[in-house]
């Protein structure tokens, strides 16, 4: 078993208490930095620690809260992202379920950092038995004086409140999600400005991942080098959640060293390929991530490596194919995905994305004709100018399957039918 | 400046400049069709992609997203731009119709001429087009969603640019629809500009569907005459008629838009009503022969009871140069008037408002956008001066503070403080207001600008509202840019020279400020600046009472502005009456020599706006009557003549010459120069420089808090549609006039015993308004409104806020009986 | 027309808060709880509450999925159509439930209990094929628990 860190109260049945997770070393960090911690001294050791964001864009948070001026206008903000609604993706909704007191205190750590004195949940509907256990342990921890007025005596306010969304993909957006809470059309809203300068009601509004937030309070609490001697790899840093899903034996999330490798993750802890399965490619970190074709069955899983292999680590939601799986079909079902949850704001991903799905629905379905390859090549790359990053994540499946699979889109063609019948 | 490159050209542009307004004014016209200069931009249609080769943000990009960069190197011929813009065309035309033949915007639509341009003739996507439910929206605009491209710039000008709530874009992704919650008639007044900002045919005009291609229009640049405002419209005429008229785009007065009174008020030129024919003792006649005939009756009555026996009358309607003909053919014929307005009270308060528009403190409605700080008083925008309301709002989305000082419930777009004050408490309110928005001391004025402070800071007004006025004072303060706007039918005769007199005050402090009069028709600053205060209704009416006026001369004027009845007795006294008109009115009918005279369609004209703007219209077509009414409905014309049918109508300026027996040849140009100073000096596109007036030693008027006292002031409003004599001829804005109601103050109801929907008659003294009541909770104590609206003989009223007693309101039943 | 204690305990909600506005969405489900769905007058209603524009809360209401601005059944199941699911068998799942029902996706039972709506992809990936209904998770799906389940529902009811 490797270290565990966020997933140390994980039980398989139960959520964690407050008192399990204090006994762990809970609200120390929050302790600490409230006794004797400068709002930049919060911010540098996450900048140090190289937390980069888990929610799929990978932008150090440290750096993102130090944007926050000084002098910046009051009242400020800090969301906590945690709608999730990319397919494939869950690790967030698992980590409110082990040990949500760790989320609360790496808010309030965050809230700290930039002092803000309000925390807003931004949780998708689905998420509703989560959304209740932590408005229930919101109040417990108000109880015990862990949040809402003069924290631990120290003389600071944080309130958390969980606001719930309608349920939309493009929600999870950072501009989006704002417009969202302020109960606007969640369009997104390219800056500047940016939010850590006008968010939320026009003040400094701080946006993070569940994960990234649940890191806050054990390098606030265990330092930097630390968390990066968490890391397999050079490039890596700290653990991550993987949530592993499709042709595995064992589909689930587990806590795994930043740059584990992908065989490892399969074979180790999904269990394996499912019963007959041969592995064909997978999705590594979400549906806005590419194919990741086998001959990257060993990478280490950590951003820079992604990077390195054209593809991204985004959310670290791994999707295993297999060699029975049509990969036309997985990318006609996502860009069903896609073309249903666009905002509908701009043309590439509001017009682009259906005609996308309806090429791949005739190759797919055996009317495929030569000549739409090029067609989605071209629309593909197109993608890329839409108005925010939700087209382009589309993007990104759509492309790899082009180019890594372009034998199976071509047997479509040829054959006048789907492969895998 | 900052010098970038585009396409291989130098441009210089004023830092802040985006890209694809840059790339304008070189001549390289870049693909939009969410962008649009008065509603910003913002980056959703993607059409106007660029390839930024040197600059801060290298790649494909948005040119209206981007500013212009020093050093910048854009290109709109890249091969992936173009290509881009490409697919985003042909993304677009996936869903679009293909039956631009049956679309009333073809012609006229950026999506056909971009897709045209882009080269995106040929389909290769096998999807099917997506549809939806079109909704009726009234009787302006037709809605047709399947034409829709997501732009955004309905909602966008609809709900931010112009304030109304009723347009909106539901649902996401590919469903997105852009409508009302359900069917219905759309609530802006300003609802018809859809119809220019949407790039495709889902606003079309409803009026003009399928009367023809914008190819098969002559397009005529004109101003709309509709009110004081002079905004810029392009008039399309085909087969002699007026089809529809667009807003053109003016920078400094109406920015990109017009009003629906704008819009679709020009019907009346082209009503089967309309008269065409002259009328001699009721027979139809040639027109050089009822010309004969008016000029020879009024010679005679003339050299009978003296030439100042004969009068003219005239409105806010009439151009500069018939201005210019009844100035010069009435001084040399010895003839009184043109009178105009009501009484003495109207008529004092226009031309308080027009002799004090000096030039340092006359403004634009530009200038009103960019303004911080705005007090309305006495005037209604959107009901008096539309546009006006638009221009409130933008200054208000800036951060503007708008107050509005009013005895109606006014109805903005926006949200302004209030003040319900009757008109008789207008000036004092005003120059309290003042008192206080000057900082102490005043050390920087003129003895004669300390005087008046020293006035503005005795006045008192009632008690009640002090408090709120002082505020108002306070938060001017501040201002860098203030503005009074003030009219002239619901205030006091002095309420618009205090107006100007405090913008002068504040101006004198070091700021920019600005004094903005609302005024009674498309020229009534002309008149105000060329006629004579005492020439007005009640005086006409005392002297056609003392048989000192025996021939009367109307020109292009409804009588009742002049607060006659359609059926006044008193013009039974007349000799003769000669009625010059293109509207077919009471007055007309009952004339003893009908002349009919051309619109401003056919005769063109030249205006000055209340900003003292002088605006010309071209003739948009040489008159008669429509083919569709000659031919009777069918097409081709089955008619022929020689001659145009319905032709006869005059330029009113030439009949009043052939009246004063000059003959008909007098050109327009000299009848201008006919104008006293500055008006004879009026160029078209050029603003009049009004003289300086000192501003008047002013003393606080009476404290006004008894004036009203047992009484009410009968304050007669002017609705949007309805109350315009020209626009009020239109069928399609009749569907939309309010219902005619006397306004009350639910305290006055209560202490009245009055309740909404009894009939009260109200005894004005000339004569008796009648109406249903309703209980209007905005509006000030003491006072009762009068619709300008069909239904209600609201002419006893004419002459400004005039006190009834209580004992003069009734109820009736409702057939009239008491 | 809401209840008094209901639109009391709304505007409570919405005097606690700085900006109501915020509430849209919350007041949108507390009135679909009431009403079944948010019907025209729900949406007049909750722009009264929050000093919107019946058009501006429109305008949010139509855009999300959970937000239903049509007639549902009492129990609405939202099947997963995304990939994991669909990997999983979700499709046919999918068809037996429409079969089963008789209704098509989007429709509602003639009963009015059962409304199937496919959704993206529910979170529940590790428990694939899954769906929601009225908000509770069930997966991984087999067509043997989908009839326990509606049989269950059906007895409840
Ligand atoms: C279409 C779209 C959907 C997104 N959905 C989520 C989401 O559900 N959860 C999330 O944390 N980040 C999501 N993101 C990423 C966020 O925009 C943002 O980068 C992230 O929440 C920031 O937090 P982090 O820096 O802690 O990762 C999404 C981005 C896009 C473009
Ligand atoms: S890419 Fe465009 S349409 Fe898609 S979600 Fe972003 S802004 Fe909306
Ligand atoms: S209706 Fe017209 S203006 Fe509105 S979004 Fe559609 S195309 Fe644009
Ligand atoms: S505001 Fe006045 S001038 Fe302008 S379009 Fe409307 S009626 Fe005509
Ligand atoms: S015009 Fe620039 S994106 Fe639409
Ligand atoms: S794909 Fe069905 S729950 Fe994720």
């Known amino acids: 078993m490797t270290a565990q860190v966020l997933f140390k109260n994980r039980h398989p049945d139960r959520i964690a208490t407050l008192a399990e997770y204090r006994h762990s070393g809970g609200y120390e960090a929050l302790a600490k930095v409230l006794a004797d911690s400068s709002r930049q001294q919060v911010q540098q050791v996450l900048t140090d620690a190289v937390l980069l964001g888990r929610g799929g864009a990978a932008f150090p948070a440290g750096v993102k809260l130090s944007t926050v001026a000084a002098d910046a206008p009051y009242p400020r903000y800090v969301v906590c992202n945690a709608d999730e609604m990319e397919p494939g993706t869950f690790k967030d909704r698992v980590l409110i379920h082990a040990d949500p007191h760790q989320l609360l205190e790496g808010i309030c750590l965050a809230g700290f950092a930039v002092d803000a004195h309000e925390g807003i949940i931004f949780i998708r509907p689905e998420y509703e038995g989560a959304a209740r256990i932590l408005e229930r342990e919101i109040a417990l921890a108000e109880k015990e004086g862990l949040l809402g007025q003069n924290i631990l005596g120290s003389g600071f306010d944080f309130d958390i409140i969980v606001h719930r969304s309608g349920g939309r993909y493009i929600c999870g957006e950072v501009t989006a999600q704002l417009n969202a809470i302020m109960g606007r059309r969640p369009n997104p809203q390219q800056p500047p400005p940016y939010p850590t300068e006008k968010g939320l009601w026009d003040r400094p509004t701080v946006l993070q991942n569940v994960e990234t937030l649940c890191c806050m309070p054990h390098i606030v609490r265990n330092g930097a080098d630390w968390f990066k001697g968490l890391a397999r790899t050079e490039s890596g840093a700290g653990t991550k959640i993987f949530g592993i899903s499709g042709r595995v034996r064992r589909p689930g999330c587990f806590e795994l060293p930043m740059g584990v490798r992908l065989s490892e993750i399969i074979e180790n802890h999904a269990g394996g390929m499912a019963e007959g399965s041969r592995f064909k490619a997978c999705l590594p970190g979400g549906a806005s991530t590419g194919f990741l074709p086998a001959e990257h069955y060993d990478i280490p899983m950590d951003f820079e490596s992604l990077k390195q292999a054209g593809n991204r680590l985004g959310t670290g939601a791994i999707m295993v194919f297999d060699h029975r799986t049509c990969l036309v079909g997985v990318t006609l079902n996502l860009m069903e995905f896609f073309a249903r949850e666009s905002c509908g704001w701009c043309t590439p991903c509001r017009e682009g994305l259906p005609v996308i799905r309806e090429l791949l629905r005739e190759i797919e379905e055996g009317r495929g004709k030569p000549e739409y390859v090029g067609v989605l090549k071209e629309m593909g790359r197109h993608l890329w100018n839409a108005y925010c990053a939700f087209a382009p994540g589309a993007a990104a499946p759509l492309e790899s399957l082009l180019a890594h699979f372009a034998d199976e889109v071509q047997e479509h063609i040829e054959r006048k039918a789907c492969p895998f019948g | 400046m900052i010098k970038l490159i585009i396409d291989n050209l130098r441009v210089e542009v004023p830092p802040g400049t985006r890209v694809i307004d840059a790339a304008e004014q070189a001549g390289i016209m870049i693909p939009r069709f969410c962008y649009h200069p008065a509603l910003g931009a913002v980056g959703a249609c993607r059409v106007c992609a660029v390839q930024v080769l040197e600059g801060s943000c290298r790649g494909i990009r948005m040119s209206c997203m981007i500013e212009a960069e020093e050093g910048m190197v854009i290109s709109t011929t890249d091969e992936e731009a173009v290509a881009f813009r490409r697919q985003v065309i042909e993304w677009l035309m996936a869903n679009h119709p293909h039956d631009c033949p049956v679309c009333d915007e073809g012609g006229q639509c950026l999506l056909q001429d971009m897709t045209v341009s882009g080269g995106h003739g040929r389909r290769r996507l096998p999807v099917k087009k997506r549809t939806h439910i079109d909704q009726h929206l009234g009787p302006l605009v037709v809605h047709e969603m399947n034409r829709c491209i997501q732009c955004y710039r309905c909602v966008r000008f609809y709900r931010e640019y112009a304030g109304y709530t009723d347009l909106g874009v539901m649902g996401s992704a590919g469903r997105v629809y852009f409508g009302r919650r359900s ?142 003909a009844l100035t010069r053919f009435g001084s040399e014929k010895g003839w009184r008037g043109p009178f105009f307005r009501a009484g003495p009270r109207t008529a004092e308060a226009l031309q308080s408002a027009s002799k004090n528009l000096e030039e340092k403190i006359s403004i634009s409605l530009k200038d009103i956008e960019k303004s911080d700080f705005i007090l309305l008083v006495g005037c209604d925008p959107v009901n008096e001066a539309p546009m006006l309301a638009l221009s409130v709002r933008q200054a208000r989305r800036r951060g503007a503070v708008v107050a ?53 800071r005795d006045s008192r007004v009632d008690p009640a509202v002090d408090e709120q006025i002082d505020h108002l004072g306070l938060a001017a303060r501040e201002s860098r840019r203030p503005v009074v706007v003030c009219g002239t039918s619901a205030v006091a005769p002095d309420t618009p020279a205090a107006a100007a007199n405090v913008a002068r005050l504040l101006a004198a402090e070091g700021r920019k400020a600005g004094f903005f009069p609302v005024l009674p028709g498309a020229n009534a600053l002309a008149l105000g600046l060329a006629g004579r205060t005492a020439d007005h209704g009640a005086a006409l009416r005392e002297a056609l009472e003392k048989g000192d006026v025996r021939a009367l001369v109307v020109v292009e004027t409804n009588l009742s502005e002049l607060g006659f009845s359609a059926d006044d007795p008193l013009l039974e006294n007349l000799e003769a009456l000669v009625v010059c008109d293109c509207l077919d009115s009471a007055a007309g009918r009952a004339a003893r020599v009908f002349i009919p005279t051309q619109t401003v369609f056919e005769a063109g004209g030249t205006f000055v706006s209340a900003e003292a703007r002088v605006r010309e219209a071209r003739p948009a077509f040489r008159g008669g009557t429509p083919v569709a009414q000659v031919s009777g409905g069918g097409h081709p014309p089955r008619t022929f003549s020689p001659d145009i049918p319905g032709a006869d ?26 104008l006293p100073a500055p008006l004879c000096g009026a160029a078209p596109g050029k603003r009049l420089a009004l003289p300086a007036s000192a501003p008047d030693a002013f003393q606080p008027p009476e404290d006004p808090a008894t004036a009203a006292d047992g009484g009410l002031e009968v304050v007669v409003c002017e609705h949007i549609f309805g109350s315009e004599p020209l626009s009020r001829r239109a069928a399609c804005l009749q569907e939309l006039e309010s219902a005619p109601r006397l306004g009350l103050h639910p305290g006055d109801a209560a202490a009245l015993q009055l309740s909404a929907g009894q009939r009260v008659a109200v005894d004005c003294g000339r004569g008796v308004i009648e109406g249903e009541i309703e209980i209007v909770n905005e509006m000030a104590r003491g006072v009762l409104l009068v619709p300008r609206l069909r239904g209600i003989d609201w002419h006893a009223a004419a002459d400004g806020p005039l006190v009834v007693a209580v004992a003069d309101i009734r109820s009736v039943k409702p057939n009239g009986e008491s | 027309m809401l209840p008094e204690n209901l639109k009391k305990e709304l505007q409570d909600r919405i005097a606690a808060v700085d900006h109501p506005r915020e509430l849209v969405v919350d007041v949108l489900f507390a009135l679909q709880a009431h009403y079944g769905f948010v019907t025209d007058e729900a949406v007049e209603e909750a722009a009264g509450l929050l000093g919107m524009t019946p058009m501006e809360v429109d305008e949010v209401a139509t855009f999300y999925t959970f937000v239903y601005r049509r007639p549902v059944g009492k129990y609405v199941i939202h099947v997963c159509d995304s990939v994991i699911c669909w990997l999983e068998g979700g499709r046919s799942l999918q068809e037996y439930l429409s079969q089963k029902l008789s209704i098509a996706p989007g429709e509602t039972t003639a009963d009015g209990l059962f409304t199937l709506l496919p959704v993206c992809c529910i979170g529940y990936c590790d428990r694939a094929p899954a769906m929601l209904i009225n908000k509770k998770v069930y997966g991984p799906l087999t067509p043997e628990t989908i009839d326990q389940l509606l049989d269950e529902l059906r007895e409840a009811h």
């Open chain 2, 404 to 456: 509005l000082a009013d005895a109606r419930s006014v109805q903005l777009p926006l949200d302004a403080r209030r003040l319900a004050l009757r008109p008789s408490q207008l000036t004092a309110a005003l120059m309290r207001f003042a008192g206080k928005a000057v900082a102490d001391g005043g050390a920087a004025l003129s003895d004669r600008a300390r005087g008046f402070l020293q006035a503005c």
């Open chain 2, 183 to 324: 069917d219905g008639v759309l609530e802006s007044p300003f609802a018809g500009n859809l119809i220019d900002v949407c790039p495709t045919g889902v606003f079309t005009d409803r009026p003009s569907r399928f009367k023809g291609r914008y190819w098969d229009f002559e397009r005529t640049p004109s101003v709309c005459i509709h009110c004081s405002l002079g905004c810029r419209v392009t008039v399309n005429t085909r087969y002699r008629e007026v089809v529809r008229v667009e807003a053109a785009h003016d920078p400094q007065v109406n920015g990109w838009f017009i009003c629906d009174r704008g819009r679709y008020g020009f019907p009346y030129a082209s009503s089967p009503q309309r008269p065409r024919s002259a009328r001699i003792d009721g027979r139809k006649s040639g027109v050089d022969e009822a010309l004969d005939e008016a000029a020879r009756r009024l010679s005679g009555i003339a050299q009978r009871h003296g030439s100042g026996s004969v009068a003219l009358a005239a409105s806010g309607r009439v151009c500069l140069e018939t201005l210019g």
């Open chain 2, 649 to 674: 109508p005059l330029p009113a300026w030439q009949v009043l010459a052939a009246l004063a027996r000059e003959g008909t040849r007098v050109s327009a140009d000299t009848l201008r120069k006919a």
